[in-house]
């Protein structure tokens, strides 16, 4: 299993600003990922954070708008990069420990940006 | 596309009946399927993990089956909480590589 927190929980944030999301695991996995979930929606994938190389945008996601860091097998970070209303949403982070084990996810931050 | 379908959208139930979840999906082939609880304001829990050669799983109240030549999968949830209020997530993992496949979700409502 893995144990995964996230800071902030929560932030409201005005437009044109950007704010850094922190993902701690406290175990170390080779894959981290980041999803967004807007209000009443499923879990959309943004990104897959590697260490030691670049994460791996989805269709509809650039690294300009969410930079993310991985700089060691337990941690990792998503800035959302001036914002706008649209961005609001819940973002989480997700490990996969194995090809067969569950995928766990963070508690999500919740941002809202006016 | 590889899509997951879930229905209903919505259910509201009374405390201590049962209630199913359904899940369709085109997925295939694909590594695994996991039911996944989420309450408001929070992350996803894994309820259920099945592989494709598993028909069903049980956690507790919550039962998932699997149907691979139909390609459905249904989460049956016995004498039903209060706590049980959430929305309720299917997830494919496809054969290859990492990207999970969600469903809609249902949104589960359980009242006194």
């Known amino acids: 299993s893995a144990v995964i927190s996230q800071k902030p929980s929560r932030d409201i944030c005005q437009r044109g600003t950007s704010l850094t999301i922190q993902c701690q695991v406290d175990s170390q996995v080779t894959m981290m990922f980041w999803y967004r979930q807007q209000p009443g929606q499923s879990l959309t994938l943004i990104a897959t954070a590697n260490q030691g190389s670049e994460a791996t945008y989805e269709s509809g996601f650039v690294i300009d708008k969410f930079p993310i860091s991985r700089p060691n097998l337990t941690f990792s970070t998503l800035t959302v990069s001036n914002m706008s209303p649209e961005d609001s949403s819940i973002y989480l982070c997700?490990?996969?420990?194995?090809?067969?084990?569950?995928?766990?996810f963070g508690p999500g931050t919740r941002l809202l940006v006016l | 596309k590889n899509q997951v379908e879930q229905s209903p959208q919505s259910l509201i139930i009374l405390e201590g009946k049962n209630c199913t979840l359904q899940?369709?999906?085109?997925?295939?082939?694909?590594?695994?399927l996991r039911w996944y609880k989420q309450d408001t304001g929070r992350g996803p829990v894994s309820l259920t993990i099945?592989?494709?050669?598993?028909n069903t799983k049980s956690n507790g109240r919550y039962t998932a089956t699997l149907d691979a030549d139909t390609k459905q999968s249904s989460l049956h949830i016995t004498a039903s909480q209060l706590s049980d209020s959430a929305s309720y997530i299917c997830v494919v993992t496809p054969d290859a590589g990492n990207m999970l496949t969600f469903g809609g979700g249902t949104r589960l409502m359980v009242k006194p």
């Open positions: 899940c369709n999906y085109t997925v295939s082939p694909f590594s695994n």
């Open positions: 099945m592989t494709f050669s598993e």
């Open positions: 997700s490990v996969d420990v194995g090809q067969k084990e569950t995928q766990y």
